[in-house]
């Protein structure tokens, strides 16, 4: 049985050769900009939302080749959602998959400039590419992509705003903050591969509650482990949710609920992969990889 790890794996290559065919020459005018694009988008990251789009997008018999480019044109722009979370105004991080961020190894306006050019590209490439895609496919990926960004921004407004002032409902603000700020751009993933596939509503239905579901996993453990991880571990600065006083799952129920929630959320999700055509034991190991990952 494939596993997840190892589908990612086996995958990668593709990834990375199709976003150095689709992003800017470091060279090219304006290089700066183009070299800054480049730092962010390879800076080392997992590949795990490219991965999905391929994954989603094979699970319902889409060609591979078909689905890349909308693969590298989500990790453009999760790098550029990166890139925004970390600015002075909004995480004020220095540290980013183990090495400064972009705005500290550049600067502040260029990683501004970087953001903007990376969502903007991938936007575009997901327009054009791949030309042998029917352009009505393409239109849908863009409003897909589109409609996860600004979910993801609205999170991000939530998220700022609950910041040591909980709302009055804070549990139901929460999961709301998730499932746009992380939520969005990871379902968003997933119903992209079922867009290349041509897949009906019900299709789409159920690859975006797997979305969702992939979506809360990885951002409960992600509060979890931004209480129990190390920085060298995480490749990011550990402790700062709890400094700033975030609306976050341990802040509100504590690490032992916050795991046990992690494991309902984790038995919900896998019973609605086992309803895949295909490739259902590779998202049961993705799940099953976000409730027990240590970085």
């Known amino acids: 049985m494939t596993s997840f790890s190892e589908f990612l794996d086996e995958l990668l290559p593709s990834v990375e050769a199709t976003l150095d065919a689709l992003l800017p020459a470091p060279s090219r005018d304006p290089a700066r900009l183009h070299r800054a694009m480049r730092y962010s988008v390879f800076a080392g990251g997992k590949r795990v939302r490219p991965t999905l789009v391929v994954l989603a997008g094979e699970s319902y018999g889409a060609r591979r080749v078909d689905l890349l480019p909308a693969a590298a044109s989500m990790e453009m722009i999760h790098t550029f959602t990166l890139i925004h979370d970390d600015l002075p105004a909004l995480d004020a991080d220095d540290l980013r998959r183990g090495r400064p961020t972009l705005h500290r190894e550049f600067d502040e306006a260029l990683a501004i400039l970087a953001e903007d050019a990376l969502l903007n590209r991938g936007l575009l490439c997901l327009a054009r590419e791949p030309d042998a895609v029917d352009s009505s496919r393409r239109v849908a990926a863009v409003e897909v992509a589109a409609a996860a960004v600004a979910a993801m921004i ?13 709302p009055e409902h804070p549990e139901t603000a929460l999961v709301e903050i998730h499932r746009r700020k992380t939520g969005a751009l990871l379902t968003a993933c997933l119903r992209l591969g079922g867009v290349y596939a041509g897949v009906g509503d019900s299709e789409d239905r159920l690859l975006r509650e ?19 991880g190390s920085a060298d571990a995480l490749g990011k600065t550990a402790g700062k949710d709890a400094d700033a006083k975030k609306l976050t799952y341990p802040a509100l129920f504590g690490v032992a609920e916050s795991r046990r929630r992690l494991g309902a959320e984790r038995d919900r999700t896998l019973e609605l992969c086992a309803r895949l055509p295909r490739k259902g034991e590779i998202f049961e190991s993705l799940v099953r990889y976000l409730c027990d990952r240590d970085r």
């Open 210 to 228: 797997i979305g969702e579901g992939i979506g809360l996993l990885f951002q409960i453990g992600d509060d979890i482990l931004d209480v129990e």
């Open 154 to 166: 609205a999170g991000q407004v939530g998220d700022i705003e609950a910041e040591a002032n909980w």
